[in-house]
T-cell receptor, first 114, second 114 residues
Framework: GESVGLHLPTLSVQEGDNSIINCAYS??????FIWYKQESGKGPQFIID?????DKRQGQRVTVLLNKTVKHLSLQIAATQPGDSAVYFC?????????????FGKGTKLSVKP | KAGVTQTPRYLIKTRGQQVTLSCSPI?????VSWYQQTPGQGLQFLFE???????NKGNFPGRFSGRQFSNSRSEMNVSTLELGDSALYLC?????????????FGSGTQLSVL
């Protein structure tokens, strides 16, 4: 079936470096994409979103890039900090009427070395 | 505003029992979604409610059910528990549940089935 997948299950970076987390999606009908961060013992926390009519969107220290040609999504974190250590999920809204059927990737665990 | 509140935080049940989990959405949010999170399957959509009506349902057996009350609070029920039902159950809310609305998640209920 169609699903969102992640290229790397783990990513280790040095504090201060930039991090790039990648995601591939396969549902052509998806027109809204979200990145979530999940820390241990907590629920997913919204980071940034992007609609399919955009290629790039920036937030505070984060940038999401969307390449619809190859169905690829990436999250860039600038100047990665220890507090960024978490599991990051991408999600797409798939198909169907209401939004309740977000499709999540398996997640990438980001570890930041001091 | 208070965030999404889920109770209880932890539950331990035995096979064959049933369980009810509760979720209070962010004030003003009328859409409530439920997700199951396991290490093997990741985050999987269970169902979504809006104005006391189930609008979407994921691919889970009929043992999983839910409901929403007039104040938007929601409960999900799992009957005849199986070992494989052990998971983190996450509730998320959004204002109207449209396709391009981000979800706000609670911290989840960790269910262990023995």
């Amino acid at each position: 079936g169609e699903s969102v997948g992640l290229h790397l299950p783990t990513l280790s970076v040095q504090e201060g470096d930039n991090s790039i987390i990648n995601c591939a999606y396969s549902n052509s009908a998806s027109d809204y994409f979200i990145w979530y961060k999940q820390e241990s013992g907590k629920g997913p926390q919204f980071i940034i979103d992007i609609r399919s009519n955009m290629d790039k969107r920036q937030g505070q220290r984060v940038t999401v890039l969307l390449n619809k040609t190859v169905k690829h999504l990436s999250l860039q974190i600038a100047a990665t900090q220890p507090g960024d250590s978490a599991v990051y999920f991408c999600a797409e809204n798939g198909y169907g009427g209401s939004q309740g059927n977000l499709i999540f990737g398996k997640g990438t665990k980001l570890s930041v070395k001091p | 505003k208070a965030g999404v509140t889920q109770t209880p935080r932890y539950l331990i049940k035995t096979r064959g029992q049933q369980v009810t989990l509760s979720c209070s959405p962010i004030s003003g949010h009328r859409s409530v979604s439920w997700y199951q999170q396991t290490p093997g399957q990741g985050l999987q959509f269970l169902f979504e409610y809006f104005s006391e009506t189930q609008r979407n349902k994921g691919n889970f057996p009929g043992r999983f059910s839910g409901r929403q009350f007039s104040n938007s609070r929601s409960e999900m029920n799992v009957s005849t528990l199986e070992l494989g039902d052990s998971a983190l159950y996450l509730c998320a809310s959004s204002p109207t549940g449209t396709r391009d609305e981000k979800l706000f998640f609670g911290s989840g209920t960790q269910l262990s089935v023995l």
